[in-house]
């Protein structure tokens, strides 16, 4: 088999041609592209143990990451409010991209967190990220999610706390043992 190169071709396509003659005198035209399949480490969250424990809520991210393509070399999953900056398992996940040179995939970017600077610090780091329902959102889109993401963090609270209020008012007591555990 003999094989040659051929350049005048590479700057109409994104590969490397090469042409194969064998030893029958067949021809055989070879691209060899540089592209790889990207990899990638899976980061999943929920904030409480109910969520993690139904599965419900890692089900669904779990599919989205599955769905993403890629290689997917390790996976974390962290029980969490969104709220603290302060999560080992989301610390675990960046360092090992940083290790693999990989990309942190998220299923969503509330997942990831709900603050605006949080996502803007994580965006100005060394490790690149990806939400798997929008891979394709640049800096400036991923900012405005975030701001949008923060303020339904604010309205969840607020709603949780008028309703809280209201219960107290009808006399329901808040908190304390309830005669079982979940």
Do not use: W
């Amino acid at each position: 088999t003999v094989v040659f190169d051929l350049p005048f071709l590479r700057d109409r396509i994104d590969a490397a041609p090469l042409l194969l003659v064998t030893s029958n005198s067949t021809f055989v035209v070879l691209l060899v592209t540089g592209s790889v399949m990207p990899s990638f480490i899976a980061y999943l969250r929920v904030s409480t143990d109910k969520q993690g424990e139904s599965g419900l809520g890692l089900d669904a991210q779990q599919a989205a990451v599955a769905r993403f393509g890629g290689t997917v070399l390790d996976s974390f999953v962290e029980i969490e409010s969104g709220r603290k900056s302060d999560r080992p398992r989301l610390a675990d996940a960046l360092q090992r991209c940083r290790e693999t040179g990989a990309t942190l995939l998220i299923a969503k970017l509330d997942r990831l967190a709900r603050n605006v600077r949080f996502i803007a610090t994580l965006m100005e780091s060394d490790v690149r990220f990806v939400a798997c329902d929008m891979p394709t959102a640049d800096p400036f889109r991923l900012h405005i999610e975030a701001a949008v993401a923060e303020e339904e963090a604010r309205r969840i609270s607020q709603r949780t706390k008028a309703a809280l209020a209201a219960a107290k008012a009808k006399g329901t007591k808040l908190g304390g043992f309830k005669g079982h555990y979940i």
